[in-house]
């Protein structure tokens, strides 16, 4: 999805500039490794530099991301644990016009491997985020699981760049997705198929009405 003229970047506001202590300048390509899971986003990648989490944000998303930024909207969603904690950066890396860093979780765990109470608390994060995001013109793209991760007792959403415009019908296009990996698993385990359920969730087309 373009948002080639839907928002005009401006410089960030000096508050959101970085520390000093934080790095600055250009991240040697050699030194980044990319996160495998991100290679598909057309918005940006994740990749560790150092020990620490970042995401580099394409040319064409990062006015939307620097407007997101600088008028709070992020903070906001941050400071009631619907995302990941995310802040801006100096460093600069080729291909990407922006660059952030998130906050790292210890630990990774994915859908197929959760109990069914734990399936439905990712949705029910996944909703909440969706509809805290509806009155700043915001969506997500994508309504799968996989963006939401375990955090200390409960979900937290991960995938800044799933974020985007809402479109102009009002409709939100990860309504499917969330239906196919996170609902319909959900009514099968309710009506005692566990294990088919747990089988199909990994799939690519995840579990179709």
């Not at 619907?82 to 906050?103: K, N, S, W």
């Not at 009506?191 to 690519?204: K, M, T």
Request: net charge negative; aromatic share 10%; charged share 25%.
């Amino acid at each position: 999805m373009s948002v080639s003229g839907a928002y005009h970047g401006r410089p960030l506001h000096p508050a959101m500039s970085p520390p000093r202590d934080r790095p600055m300048g250009r991240i040697p390509s050699e030194e980044v490794a990319f996160h495998p899971h991100s290679h598909g986003d057309p918005a940006g990648r994740l990749f560790l530099w150092k020990g620490e989490l970042y995401r580099g944000i394409r040319a064409e998303w990062a006015p939307l991301w620097g407007e997101l930024l600088q008028q709070g909207v992020i903070q906001r969603l941050v400071d009631r644990g619907l995302l990941i904690d995310t802040e801006t950066t100096a460093l600069r890396l080729d291909g990407f016009d922006l660059v952030v860093r998130h906050r790292r979780l210890p630990f990774v765990s994915y859908p197929e491997e959760w109990c069914a109470t734990m399936l439905k608390d990712a949705g029910l994060a996944i909703l909440d985020l969706v509809i805290e995001l509806a009155p700043n013109g915001l969506t997500l793209k994508d309504g799968h699981p996989w963006n939401v991760l375990f955090d200390a007792g409960r979900f937290i959403y991960v995938d800044l760049t799933s974020l985007a415009p809402l479109p102009a019908d009002g409709g939100w296009p990860g309504h499917d997705s969330f239906c196919r990996f996170c609902l319909y698993p959900l009514l099968l385990i309710s009506d005692g198929h566990d294990r088919f359920a747990r089988r199909v969730l990994p799939e690519s087309e995840g579990v179709r009405a």
